[in-house]
């Protein structure tokens, strides 16, 4: 991926991770910019982290159960 400079960025966690810091950064100032922001709900979850033991008949990405599903990441209401 390539930051908004065009510069190709680091191909590790470390670089995806602020990929996706600048990228919700930018979505939630377009928000607050268009007035959305205090009448939104946002809920951003992740998925498929990484289990300790795997279950027979699932594939690790298809493993929902509690030891490999994370959420919420962060949970933004409304402000009526």
Do not use: C
């Not at 908004?4 to 930018?26: C, I, M, N």
């Not at 709900?41 to 030891?67: D, H, S, T």
Request: aromatic share 12%.
């Amino acid at each position: 991926t390539y930051t908004d400079e065009k510069k190709e960025r680091e191909k590790s966690v470390a670089g995806q991770k602020q990929e996706v810091s600048e990228a919700l950064g930018e979505f939630f100032r377009q928000l607050k910019k268009n007035k959305l922001w205090d009448n939104s709900y946002i809920v951003l979850v992740g998925l498929n982290g990484e289990a300790p033991m795997n279950r027979k008949a699932f594939l690790w990405r298809e493993n929902l159960f509690r030891e490999n599903v994370h959420v919420p990441l962060f949970i933004k209401t409304p402000q009526l």
